[in-house]
């Protein structure tokens, strides 16, 4: 069909970010909600499930990269994932249909009539502290896992096999330490452990870059290091922004913070990463530093989202 094969890839494509952007802040609230005394053990849980599920995609791509031809896998080998994914949304589709509306929403009288309007009107000020927790989950994950396979083979030179195998050993280690900071945030003081996570955050990823610059299986020690504090670091500010916004408009405030942050800090990170070592050659350096703002602009959010923790 020519050109309208790349243009319906695009618009799936889209389609799947749109659903991702409502999935994930409505996860968040409907897991604060439906068990509010138990949220870090309940957020811990659903996002070491969501992040899990790069895993087999990790695996398959190694198994089509070892077992097919380019050539075959430019003729049907990269459908193999899509078939998979398209499994695994059936799935999805029942498990949703058994949920219901949390008890905190069914106990609100009025509701409000455009909650978009009505919290860029009223809680502008927490939509931005919102930005800045979850700009700490998103930065990370974006240079741990998503845009590293692309950094280690096409700007840091590593071999490819080596690069794949650090990823999905980082992505294994963010998901157990994804559930750990569940536990972390149920058991323990929340700001001070998110202040303790963005100071080793910092300090790991420059071990992270520091052992890529060695090309060896060094690797494998940095980019686990970063993964747990990675990892730890999806958890807490999920639960942070839970805080946030009264019921009424929990799921507006949190999806606004949530996408708006997910769009600059995710989508252009690996972008100015690109842009800068092109334009500098710090190859090492410059992924620390835009980390390091970012931990900074988290750490006045989660200053900031002290008199909403109950």
């Known amino acids: ?150 950094y280690l083979v096409k700007i840091a030179h590593v071999d490819a096999n080596l690069a794949g195998d650090a990823v999905l050993v980082a992505a294994i280690l963010s998901v157990i330490f994804v559930y750990i900071g569940g536990i972390i945030a149920q058991k323990f003081n ?17 071990i992270c870059y520091w052992t890529i610059s060695l090309n060896n299986s060094m690797i494998f020690v940095g980019v686990g290091l970063f993964a747990i504090f990675q990892g730890i670091l999806v958890t807490l500010p999920a639960v942070a922004i839970s805080y946030l916004f009264p019921t009424d408009v929990r799921l507006t405030g949190v999806a606004l913070s949530y996408n708006i942050s997910f769009v600059l800090f995710g989508g252009l990170t690996p972008i100015l990463v690109t842009a800068i070592v092109a334009e500098t050659n710090l190859i090492y350096i410059i992924p620390v530093a835009i980390l390091t703002i970012v931990s900074l602009f988290a750490a006045w959010a989660t200053h900031k989202t002290k008199p909403y923790i109950n």
């Open 190 to 206: 929340l700001v001070i452990s998110m202040f303790i996570c963005l100071f080793f955050i910092i300090i790991t990823a420059s």
């Open 1 to 150: 069909i020519g050109i309208f094969a790349p243009a319906l890839m695009l618009f799936f494509r889209l389609l799947q970010g749109l659903a991702i952007g409502g999935e994930l802040p409505s996860m968040i609230v409907y897991s604060s909600e439906t068990i509010p005394e138990k949220r870090g053990y309940a957020m811990g849980g659903v996002f070491a499930g969501t992040i899990s599920g790069l895993i087999p995609g990790m695996i398959i791509n190694l198994l089509i990269l070892h077992f097919f031809t380019k050539e075959q896998i430019d003729d049907f080998g990269w459908r193999i994932p899509f078939l998979f994914g398209g499994f695994l949304c059936v799935i999805a589709y029942f498990v949703r249909k058994e949920l219901h509306e949390t008890k905190a929403f069914k106990e609100i009288k009025q509701h409000i009539g455009i909650p978009f309007v009505h919290v860029l009107s009223n809680y502008f000020g927490r939509v931005i502290i919102g930005a800045g927790l979850v700009a700490i989950m998103a930065t990370p994950i974006i240079l741990l896992i998503i845009f590293m396979p692309t």
